[in-house]
């Protein structure tokens, strides 16, 4: 007979071992697609074990309440739909990855297993940091850098602490090797965060020795372990000294997001208790400063702090505080080798998120280590079969509607690479978008297509001689047609996401460019660029475009006036800078 609990453990190192390969592509959707099946499989594994005892163990822990405030600041989102499902924070996504912190309680009890766990994990990061030390020689680099830099640091620190403790020369020579490629991966990437990460693991790894040895600095694990925390501490000082072809990414400054936050935050009640929604930070950023394409800030706890509001972000605080101050309390005193790497991981991972953003690799291994470390200290909640399989009910509907939304995705991202090429094949792909899953980036781009279609056959009109006039007639038709359609799909985008300024300014653009082509809509697009400014009072390139639309209306002063507020804004934007100069 098939036990599924022994099925659904190795599944878990089977897929610990596979996901951090799926973000050596930009391309998230396979990621997405691969975890959302694996929560889904385990579930069904879990659900016939249960079916067998009649009862299913729950560990009480702060998460379920985070996990209750957080779908209470989906509901109240300034966009349910981003909220509950979109969004790197979306409600979905924590409720898979609760499902997981379950199942790794469950599952991984035995030393010997979450040894399994974690072994699989630096193998799998073992070659993944070779992958990335050939594309770094080869200036052709790919992927997710950063969180995979961070956890290549994290098996650093594992790695260095299993050759500190462990007797036999093999283990120590394998962890040695395992060590090398990491540190060299990560001399040649250069990501500060990482260093700190395994400077920080380190320091656990000195205190370890120094503990054991009573402080004796004669003995050469205790030197050993110090001089390679100081040696990973002054790398995490020190700028990157290789050049090569790796570009890390620029997210917003930490002040920034602080300000985001807490300007979020005091806005009003609601905002203060729920926040503005989780997926919903770039709406906060813009009413503050420059727009700028974020989706979230630079610290995972600022991204709670504005997205999800105070309520989760107490909640969520004192999920780490409580993990902390009893973690550390058992560190000093354990004598356990595993129990030691599963909480100086997790203490590591949940620093990251206070220097770091959100990761969807990150967040998946941290609510895996909670659930491994709450069977060293915690109480279990029984619940019975039906109340399990009412929980396997709700995520399989919500799975379903992801994976529509998913595929809406792809068929979007493909729409958005071809439409050069091909226009008609990417509307009918984007129109299949709309049609499963409504969501203002597709209206956006859908808007455009249809505006891109209709100067085709405005050009390709201009091109056609007298003496095909029915031709022409029925070209302008189509013309007529499109740009309507185009209207009509940038409306839309208003419609379902009224706070998102994005849909307002391609509105106004939407309407500026038909007023060329066929209807006077330039109050129309005065009106959506009012909004525009109303969600984003630091938008320069609505008043450049506003100022243009003055300058065409022959409305000269107050072209100059919003030009002027556009140069104030931005004085490096240089058509800024002539249309003020050629007015002047």
Excluded at 254 to 267: A, C, K, R, T
Excluded at 282 to 294: D, N, Q, T, W
Excluded at 519 to 539: G, Y
Aim: proline share 2%.
């Amino acid at each position: 007979m098939i036990n599924f609990n022994i099925l659904s453990k190795y599944s878990l190192f089977v897929f610990v071992f596979l996901f951090p390969f799926l973000f050596l592509t930009a391309d998230l959707l396979i990621a997405k697609v691969f975890l959302t099946s694996f929560v889904l499989l385990m579930f069904i594994f879990q659900l016939i074990e249960s079916f067998k005892s009649k009862k299913y163990l729950i560990p009480k822990n702060l998460l379920i309440v985070f996990l209750f405030s957080l779908f209470l600041s989906s509901a109240f989102s300034k966009n349910v739909s981003i909220s509950f499902f979109q969004g790197n924070d979306s409600f979905f996504f924590i409720f898979s990855l609760f499902l997981i912190f379950v199942f790794a309680k469950n599952l991984l009890k035995r030393k010997e297993d979450t040894l399994l766990f974690i072994g699989s994990l630096c193998f799998s990061l073992v070659i993944v940091s070779a992958v990335f030390i050939s594309e770094i020689i080869g200036n052709n680099v790919y992927g997710l850098i950063e969180p995979l830099s961070i956890l290549i640091a994290t098996t650093l620190g594992i790695s260095l602490y299993c050759i500190f403790s462990r007797e036999r020369r093999f283990e120590i020579i394998i962890y040695s090797i395992f060590s090398f490629v990491y540190f060299c991966a990560l001399i040649m990437i250069g990501f500060n965060v990482a260093w700190f990460v395994a400077s920080l693991f380190a320091f656990f790894v000195f205190w370890k020795q120094a503990r054991e040895n009573d402080f004796s600095f004669n003995k050469r694990r205790v030197v050993f372990s110090l001089i390679s925390f100081l040696l990973l501490f002054v790398l995490f000082l020190t700028p990157k000294f290789i050049n090569n072809s790796v570009t890390l990414s620029s997210p917003i400054s930490m002040s920034d997001s602080s300000l985001v936050s807490f300007s979020s935050l005091l806005s009003n009640a609601k905002s203060f208790v729920f926040g503005s929604g989780p997926g919903t930070f770039s709406y906060e950023y813009a009413k503050i400063l420059i727009p700028f394409p974020v989706d979230q800030g630079a610290s995972g706890f600022l991204t709670i702090l504005s997205d999800a509001g105070f309520l989760s972000f107490i909640i969520f605080s004192f999920v780490f505080i409580l993990f902390a101050f009893k973690g550390i309390k058992r560190f000093l005193k354990s004598d356990s080798e595993t129990e030691d790497i599963v909480f100086i991981t997790t203490f590591v991972l949940f620093c990251v998120l206070i220097i770091f953003r959100i990761e969807i690799i990150l967040f998946v291994l941290l609510f895996i280590l909670l659930g491994i470390y709450e069977n060293f200290d915690s109480k279990d909640k029984i619940i019975s079969f039906k109340v399990l399989l009412i929980v396997f009910a709700i995520f399989l509907i919500m799975a379903i509607y992801y994976f529509i939304f998913l595929n809406s995705e792809r068929l979007f991202n493909e729409a958005s690479k071809e439409f050069n090429s091909d226009i008609n094949k990417a509307i009918e792909k984007t129109e299949k978008a709309v049609k499963h899953t409504e969501k203002s980036d597709y209206y956006i781009g859908l808007s455009q297509f249809y505006l891109l279609k209709a100067v085709d056959i405005f050009e390709n009109n201009w091109s056609l001689s007298e003496d095909v006039k029915e031709q022409k007639q029925e070209n302008e038709k189509m013309m007529k047609a499109f740009i309507s359609q185009a209207e009509v799909a940038a409306e839309k985008a208003t419609s379902i996401d009224e706070y998102n300024y994005l849909v307002w300014q391609n509105l106004a653009l939407i309407y500026e460019n038909t007023s060329f082509l066929v209807n006077d809509n330039t109050d129309k697009a005065l009106n959506a660029l009012d909004k525009t400014i109303e969600l984003s009072p630091k938008n320069y390139l609505a008043y450049y475009v506003k100022g243009r639309i003055y300058e065409e209306s022959k409305r000269s002063d107050e072209a100059l006036e919003a030009y002027k507020k556009a140069f104030s804004i931005n004085p490096n934007y240089e058509d800024v800078r002539e249309k003020v100069e050629s007015i002047d």
